[in-house]
């Protein structure tokens, strides 16, 4: 039995009447703000060509880890949902891999990935019944069709979606011929790169060798000597801020930093390019490099984004046969405080230098990230990411580190997605977590409803335009208007 997609609109607010209705009003004023998107994983690709998306499987479910390493939890094989292995795409039939989705989608129930799928399903693509396996065809024949016309292109969506700005990552080993094919199209959607360097610089990294091999390619230099080594990312490095690149990545297993002398340093890329790599050395480089990049942004301007805490491809088994990227990714406790110590003796103070620091270890929140953050002018906090990116992660990301680092030590949110059509229900998740958070604090008298209207609106969008120096558009970019607050 089929039943109607209902979609309420006071979703996410709270129980409590008057609350809910502070928390609505809040959320009027920013539904209809455009979407910041500073830093997320989409494929340039799909903007460059502006290719029509093959299917609902691939664009929706085989591409997306949130959806897949649930259904592997219950005993579905990856084969069987059409996503990539080593040796390919697997010959599986898109309908059926949607079928096992469909008839799967209650395990869905009380996450965000609910929230989000079914918010693309009523308002991307106007569906007004549950997805289950009765009504699996139904859906699979709807996105289809919609998938197939000139509005359901990518930079349609991009422009129906209201995408000021959209980020993706890229490594310094890549050319970036897609940006550059955006750039010329005409076509004024600002999407721009960022430079993420983990392949080139963890030697831990499987994919090290080869990502080495076209770093020195694209670079021209010569990288096997630690001097050529780092003028080598300087080069990359500008090539991607002509790309519109504003900010680096880095997904380090910990947030360990060092300060070696000039000499050790190069002693101990020698040792590891020779193959002596252990893991303790390997830690050690990634976390001189940190302290490099650094330097780096000194010079060039990049805001850092830190992301460490991943256990990253847990399941050796699946890494070998499928990969990396498959759902097998696992939160670990992470240490900040002795971790960032030597970067921030060297650099803490210098307010050239931007760092937006983001956890998978709420248990830092309070004790070790807003301490830092309410103190180092070079700190920031990035929003609830990934394992939390949920509208009780978002609420106790508010709740344990505003009272120490305040709002303004914060930078929004971002919605780190490789899955295009969810960023809006991304957002809008974060727009109603704020406002019902802001709404508590209005009721409880602890601010007035003028500055929680400010505050939204700095939450949504001014805050992160303004961390990730997205002040500037280039001439290529269509202009845009600028947001005030709901008080001017």
């Known amino acids: 039995m089929t039943r109607p997609l209902v979609f309420s609109d006071d979703r996410l607010f709270p129980a409590d009447e008057r609350t809910r209705g502070i928390a609505r009003a809040l959320y009027g004023q920013v539904k209809g703000l455009p979407i910041i998107s500073p830093h997320g994983h989409t494929d340039p690709a799909w903007f460059a060509t502006n290719a029509p998306f093959e299917d609902a499987t691939d664009l929706l479910l085989a591409p997306d880890h949130y959806l897949f390493r649930m259904l592997y939890s219950q005993g579905i094989s990856l084969d069987a949902l059409k996503v990539r292995s080593k040796a390919g795409v697997p010959d599986t039939d898109p309908r059926e891999a949607w079928r096992l989705l469909a008839s799967n989608f209650h395990l869905f129930r009380g996450t965000p990935s609910w929230l989000w799928l079914n918010h693309v399903f009523s308002q991307v693509f106007g569906l007004k019944v549950f997805l289950g396996a009765e009504t699996s065809d139904l859906y699979f024949d709807t996105i ?15 422009d129906r979606f209201n995408i000021e700005t959209l980020a993706t990552t890229e490594g310094p080993q890549d050319r970036l011929e897609h940006h550059k094919a955006i750039r010329e199209s005409g076509w004024g959607g600002h999407v721009v790169t960022a430079y993420r360097p983990d392949a080139v610089i963890d030697f831990e990294d499987e994919r090290f060798g080869r990502s080495f ?29 002509a790309a519109g690149a504003t900010s680096s990545d880095h997904g380090h297993p910990t947030a360990a930093t060092a300060d070696l002398s000039e000499t050790d340093a190069e002693a101990l890329f020698q040792s590891l390019l020779k193959g002596e790599v252990t893991p303790a050395k390997a830690e050690l480089f990634r976390a001189q490099m940190l302290t490099e990049m650094s330097r780096m942004s000194l010079d060039d301007g990049l805001v850092m ?3 460490p805490g991943s256990h990253r491809n847990h399941n050796v088994g699946l890494l070998a046969s499928h990969g990396r990227d498959k759902g097998a990714d696992i939160p670990m406790r992470t240490e900040y405080v002795e971790a960032l110590k030597p970067l921030l003796t060297k650099f803490g103070n210098d307010p050239r230098l931007s760092i937006i620091l983001f956890t998978l270890d709420e248990t830092v929140y309070s004790r070790e990230l807003a301490p830092l953050a309410g103190h180092y002018p070079v700190l920031k906090l990035g929003p609830s990411w990934w394992f939390h990116d949920s509208p009780e992660g978002m609420m106790r990301f508010r709740e344990q580190v505003t009272e120490t680092a305040g709002f303004y030590n914060t930078v929004g ?30 009721a409880e008298h602890r601010m007035d409803e003028v500055e929680a209207a400010e505050l939204i609106v700095d939450l949504t969008y001014n805050l992160p335009k303004k961390a990730y120096k997205l002040d500037q558009r280039p001439s290529w970019a269509r202009p845009v208007q600028p947001i005030k607050h709901a008080a001017e």
């Open 413 to 442: 949110f971002n919605d780190d997605t490789r899955a295009f059509l969810s960023i809006p229900a991304r957002h809008d998740v974060a727009r109603r977590v704020d406002s019902a958070f802001l709404a508590r604090m209005v």
């Open 144 to 158: 289809n069709e919609a998938l197939a016309t000139e509005a359901f292109r990518p930079r349609a969506l991009f």
């Open 213 to 241: 091999e076209r770093f020195a390619e694209v670079s021209g230099q010569d990288v096997t000597t630690w001097k050529g080594y780092l003028e080598g990312h300087r080069v990359r490095r500008q090539a991607f801020i």
């Open 305 to 307: 984004q830190i992301h």
